[in-house]
């Protein structure tokens, strides 16, 4: 069944399978969404620790996909791992993804989730996306060490997009360093904003709601140990790109400050206790 968004889903003993209908040839004649061909394309995958990722070339295609297996963390991610419940999770990713970027905002474009019944309603799933060609995560961009002129640029343009993404109704679940893509290219820098497992897409958020996403990627980088590379300047270019000359929303932001600067203390004594 294909619907307006131009995805094909499909239902059937155990599977689940929505894909862009561009991509549906391409990738079925791979093998998906049948296991083997899902396995195969993970058994050189790489890891950040918490989920594994691989890239899959298509045939006939320029394009690449970025698979990524939905696995839960926090508390309960040791215990559940990639055991899911149901398939509402990935694909309300996946269309939440489609509806920011066709209201453009900087994502990648969504191309498929592929799930298999366990047992019951236990599911695993993998989602991929158009693989952003040359860019790195945050992290990675950071390890370069980029020479100043270069770094400013990069935080500008983090926090443009973030502004996008927001502007276009977008509320990210997990803000932080890996969850931004960055590329360089002729002296320019873009950012996509990833990984929106649990994002929502509608109403364009609060300033409050704004400022705390904002103020999670910062305590990412005090976590990371980064904060004194992207230094003062880094972090007044980010957020005046963020505002574009909007003084009634810098206002509206810095107003939530004084609550997200405890948060940040509270964070950063755990962070001291856990090392």
Known sequence: MRDARGFLERRECGLYWLVDAEFAAPLEALGWPAAAAVNQAF???????????AILALPDRPERIHLRRVRHGGLLGPLWRDTIWGTARPAT????????????????????VAARRRRGPLWTAVVGTQHAEGARDGLAWLAMRPEPATLLRGAR??????????????????LHLKNLLFRDCDGETDVLVIDLDRARAG??????????????LVRALHKRGLAEQLGTRGFAAALSAYCAGDRALRNALLSHLPRE??????????????N
């Not at 058994?43 to 990722?53: F, I, P, Q, Y």
């Not at 990713?93 to 066709?102: D, I």
């Not at 109403?203 to 999670?216: D, G, H, I, N, T």
């Open 93 to 112: 990713e996946l269309r939440a993804t489609a509806r920011l970027l066709a209201a453009g905002a900087p994502v990648p474009r969504p191309v498929l």
């Open 157 to 174: 343009a983090a926090g443009a997009a973030i502004r996008r993404f927001h502007d276009t109704g977008g509320s990210h679940a997990d």
């Open 203 to 216: 109403a364009s958020p609060a300033p409050e709601r704004r400022m705390r996403e904002l103020m999670r």
């Open 261 to 274: 600067r405890r948060r940040l203390a509270r964070h950063a004594r755990a962070y001291r206790r856990s």
């Open 43 to 53: 058994r050189v995958a790489a890891s950040d620790g918490r989920v594994a990722t």
